[in-house]
């Protein structure tokens, strides 16, 4: 039996979001200047390491989802 479209969909933004979240857990603690928009200090590398474990979960969950076909 075929997947219907949303649900393939939704397990493709899963992948590329979990991406995204871990990119921006990366760039926080690699970028050295916050421009005053971003936080700073410890504050900064604590909200990385959140967005870099969302971002593993989220694309753990998405492959998952995928062996359930």
Do not use: C, E
Not at 10 to 30: K, T, V
Not at 31 to 60: K, V
């Amino acid at each position: 039996m075929r997947q219907p479209t949303s649900g393939l969909l939704s397990r493709y933004l899963n992948i590329f979001m979990g991406l995204a979240y871990m990119g921006g857990g990366i760039f926080l603690i690699a970028s050295s200047q916050s421009f005053g928009m971003l936080p700073s200090g410890a504050l900064r590398y604590i909200f990385a390491a959140i967005l870099l474990i969302y971002g593993a979960f989220r694309m753990l969950r998405g492959f998952q989802r995928f062996r359930d076909l």
